[in-house]
């Protein structure tokens, strides 16, 4: 082998070891960037994403976009340094997304919870903004003397002859009963009324305290019924888009007037609307698939005037009146409240 032969496989050497450990090292990021958006007016396989049944449904049209962060795991070397300067990405340390120690099922999971709740808190902000009517249903049956008895969707009616208004009414009704005390419980399950008798458990935190098992709600009251078909996607940032569209579907005329608006934002049953991550990514990917105008959280306003993708208004929204006054603004061609 000459000499001029061994110099270039000298120079090559450290190459192929680099090429190696950027494609084989994994490093310890996750790489932010934008994700799906769907419209909430729309259909996702065949289903409407906000779908009412029982009730008159005012047809719709434009867009009420909610928008995603897209979570990339698992870089390695080069996957990173590409993410980073795509310009369309940002990296984070892993651990403030998967903290350390805590099983990736149980992340999911409660990012999943974080969704359900979501959208049970947008149906009620939305029927309570409509004034329309709701009802108390059981939202999640626990591990508990209610197992086998009482199911999810469940409209509970009264408890011990007492009538149930509203989810504290079963609180207080519960707590107020030490365990082993017998309950008797009328509730709906479809067009059924029924009764059932439930001895209560102790309270895990509180063992002098009787202890159901079940996880209250407000909800439609039937025969309305709201389905939300996302699936897949975790976390609460969708609840003032999903609220939006249930007004804009039982209301005459048009919230946003036709046009393409998107945005993310929490909601509280009391229609407060809380500040989400990752705003800068949902805004690129509401802008990359048309989207004019971006309701933005009002805690997330700074951060979103530091990096508005051109052609993107910025709406600012502190609740879900004021949301809706800025729709039907932006469909008369009125001046909004912006970020700026």
């Given at each position: 082998?000459?000499?001029?032969i061994?110099t270039?496989?000298a120079?090559?050497?450290p ?7 950027g494609?084989?090292?994994t490093?310890?990021y996750v790489?932010?960037g ?15 994403v906000?779908?009412v ?5 005012d047809?719709?049209?434009g ?7 897209s979570v990339?795991?698992?870089?390695n ?6 993410f980073?300067?795509s310009g369309q990405?940002?990296l984070v ?9 805590v099983?990736r ?6 990012n ?8 049970g ?5 939305a029927l309570?903004f ?7 249903l059981i939202?999640?049956?626990?591990d508990?003397?209610?197992a086998?008895?009482l199911?999810p969707g ?5 408890i011990?002859?007492?009538?149930i208004?509203a989810?504290k009414?079963?609180v ?12 008797t ?9 029924q ?8 309270r ?8 159901l098992?079940?996880t ?6 039937p025969?309305m019924e709201v389905?939300?078909?996302?699936a897949?996607?975790g ?5 003032l ?5 249930l ?5 005459p005329?048009?919230?946003d007037?036709?046009?393409?608006v ?14 989400i ?8 990917a509401?802008?990359?698939v048309g989207?004019?105008t ?6 997330n ?13 910025l709406?600012?929204?502190?609740n879900?009146?004021?949301?809706v006054?800025?729709?039907?603004d932006?469909s008369?061609?009125r001046?909004?409240v912006?970020?700026?």
């Open positions: 082998m000459n000499r001029r061994m270039l496989v120079a090559l050497v190459v192929l070891i680099l090429g190696v450990i494609t084989v090292v490093v310890p790489a932010l934008p994700g799906p958006t769907f419209n909430t007016l729309g259909e996702v396989d065949g289903k409407q906000v779908d049944q029982g009730a008159a449904v047809p719709t049209t867009h009420l976009n909610m928008t995603t962060v990339r795991d698992g870089l070397l080069f996957e990173a340094f590409g980073w300067a990405h940002g340390p892993r651990a403030e997304v998967y903290p350390p120690g099983p099922e149980e992340i999911d999971k409660s999943q919870q974080d969704f359900k709740d979501s959208e808190n947008a149906e009620v902000a309570h409509l004034n329309l009517p709701t009802v108390v939202r999640k049956v626990g508990g003397p209610a086998g008895v199911e469940d409209e509970l009616i009264s011990n002859g007492a009538p208004a989810p009414d079963v207080t009704a519960v707590s107020s009963q030490p365990p082993g005390s017998e309950l419980v009328v509730f709906r399950r479809g067009a059924g009324e009764t059932a008798k439930i001895v209560l458990a102790a895990p935190d509180d063992p002098a305290k009787g202890y098992g079940v209250p709600g407000e909800g439609a009251r025969p389905t939300f078909n996302l897949d996607i976390g609460p940032s969708a609840g888009m999903f609220s939006l569209a007004i804009d579907k039982l209301s005329g048009e919230l007037g036709g046009k393409f998107a945005g993310t934002g929490t909601i509280d049953q009391d229609g407060k609307v809380g500040p991550g990752g705003i800068q990514y949902k805004m690129m509401a802008r990359e989207a004019e971006f309701l933005v959280p009002a805690a306003c700074n951060e979103a005037r530091q990096r508005t993708p051109e052609g993107l208004r709406v600012k929204v502190e879900l009146d004021g949301a006054k800025s729709l039907d932006i008369a061609g001046e909004t912006s970020c700026g």
